[in-house]
């Protein structure tokens, strides 16, 4: 059944004698989530994971793997069917990169075709080139074994991830690359992702459901703009963090509520004559460029118009390709800090067929970021 619950844990305790690390936990867990188990050491958050592949026993309830009782299964054959990567990442470093991604298909007696086939995709998507395929891990950095790691965990096309803190003995760059790729497959391969961590930003970026653990139990459930809009605890509030509610406006806030709509804009049939016109009459040293459904395909700006303006030229002839631009359904929290690096005067807008919207400038994004930061100080001192 296709509405039927990946995991399911039902009264699910685990006592350790008069201490229980995991208390009467109720939780569905669907195909497609990426669930983050957040908590503070002692939190029961990785006890409550382990318990998904037997690698720990309830003492109390039971767990559901697609329905069916996970005590009923053997656990050998139960975690063939469950992909884990931990923070060490576990590459055996007397096996290739080949032997290591492989090694759950050579359990399951695949054909060496098969094994060489999925091998090679694998490595493909995560951008490593084949040839890798070769070497042991030694010769790899951290960064690209934390990538076979990964991949070693889909490569039995397991439906469930389970992912032990995978991400902390990274550097601050490799983590933010690796934590895209690992959103970047769940999306694109559907698997669903269970993962423990006790770093928020973790949590709020890659989860579409978060589990906030305290003491054994489970003190929310939530997707990340509910955690930001109705934190349900103190002790929520405090692993969210201050800096981080003043900024939830931002995190739950669409482009679309703040963009100005109805942009200045050209067709690409239309002559430079009719684009300066356009440009004094508006006031403004750039067009965007859109076909006449309105989607969007270039830019033209007064330095083109300068080294290349002869009257006989429409705009197809000089504009230039759009490099960014944003989709008005984005949250603004993954969109201002990119508009702001970039420092543009302003992103185009577009909806899901690529439809020009509207315009994001940076004025408005520093106006926003300017009422939360400092809005809510304003008030406490009018008050």
């Known amino acids: ?150 991949i070693r965990a889909l490569a039995a096309d397991q439906d469930v991830i389970l992912m032990d803190e995978p991400f902390g003995a990274l550097d601050p760059i490799t983590r933010e690359g690796i934590q895209d790729l690992v959103k970047s497959l769940q999306e694109k391969m559907g698997k669903t992702i269970i993962l423990v961590t ?77 684009v300066i016109g356009l440009m004094r009459e508006k006031r403004v040293d750039s067009l965007l460029v859109t076909e006449n459904d309105k989607t969007l395909i270039g830019l033209v700006d007064l330095s083109a118009l300068s080294h290349r303006y002869q009257k006989d030229l429409l705009v197809r002839d000089i504009m230039t390709k759009v490099s960014f631009y944003v989709k008005e359904d984005d949250l603004l929290r993954d969109t201002a800090e990119r508009i702001l690096k970039r420092g543009l005067k302003y992103a185009p807008v577009v909806d899901k067929n690529k439809h020009l919207t509207g315009i994001v400038t940076r004025s408005s994004l520093v106006d926003m970021l300017y009422d939360i930061i400092w809005g809510s100080q304003e008030a406490e001192e009018e008050e």
């Open 198 to 274: 006790h770093d928020m930003d973790e949590a709020l970026k890659l989860a579409t459901k978060i589990i906030v653990m305290d003491k054994g139990r489970m003190v929310q459930e939530g997707t990340p703009t509910d955690l930001l809009r109705h934190p349900a605890t103190p002790f929520v509030e405090k692993m969210i963090g201050e800096e981080r509610l003043i900024h939830a406006k931002a995190d739950v806030t669409p482009v679309k509520s703040i963009m100005l709509k109805n942009p200045v804009s050209i067709t690409p049939d239309k002559s430079l004559t009719e």
């Open 1 to 150: 059944m296709e509405d039927q619950p990946m995991i399911e844990f039902k009264n699910v305790s685990k006592i350790y004698g008069d201490n229980a690390a995991v208390d009467k936990i109720n939780l569905t867990i669907n195909p497609g989530d990426f669930v983050c188990f957040i908590g503070t050491s002692g939190s029961g958050k990785t006890t409550l994971m382990r318990m998904i592949n037997r690698m720990l026993k309830p003492s109390k309830g039971d767990v559901f793997f697609k329905g069916q009782n996970i005590a009923q299964f053997n656990p050998v054959k139960l975690r063939r069917k469950i992909g884990y990567v931990i923070q060490n990442i576990g590459l055996m470093p007397h096996m290739t990169i080949y032997e290591n991604i492989t090694l759950v298909p050579k359990l399951l007696k695949w054909s060496e075709e098969k094994k060489r086939a999925k091998a090679k995709e694998l490595i493909h998507l995560v951008e490593l080139p084949e040839d890798f395929l070769d070497r042991y891990p030694s010769e790899l950095s951290g960064g690209q074994q934390q990538r076979i790691g990964v």
